[in-house]
């Protein structure tokens, strides 16, 4: 079982992964990173109309192996008149 990190970026506040979790596969780890963004991108909008979340995933020699971005943007349409 590889160790995989997963330091999570909040509208540009990051949040480094100290000790890494265990998963079987380099797929399973691509897997766990967009179900988590997913669910943590659907549980807020922060004041404002824009949120972009992003989970870097490294190994355990700290190299970068991809990453998994999502965006919400909030678009409000002019009143009728």
């Keep these: 079982m590889a160790r995989f990190f997963f330091d999570l970026t909040d509208d540009g506040e990051v949040f480094p992964d100290p000790e890494g979790t265990g998963i079987a596969s380099r797929e399973a780890a691509e897997d766990e990173a967009a ?4 669910e ?42």
């Design 35 to 38: 179900r988590a963004l997913l």
């Design 40 to 81: 943590m991108a659907k549980d807020r909008m922060p004041d404002g109309t824009f949120r972009e979340v992003a989970i870097h995933v490294r190994d355990h020699t700290s190299k970068l192996l991809f990453t998994v971005k999502v965006t919400v943007e909030l678009v409000r349409e002019p009143p009728d008149r």
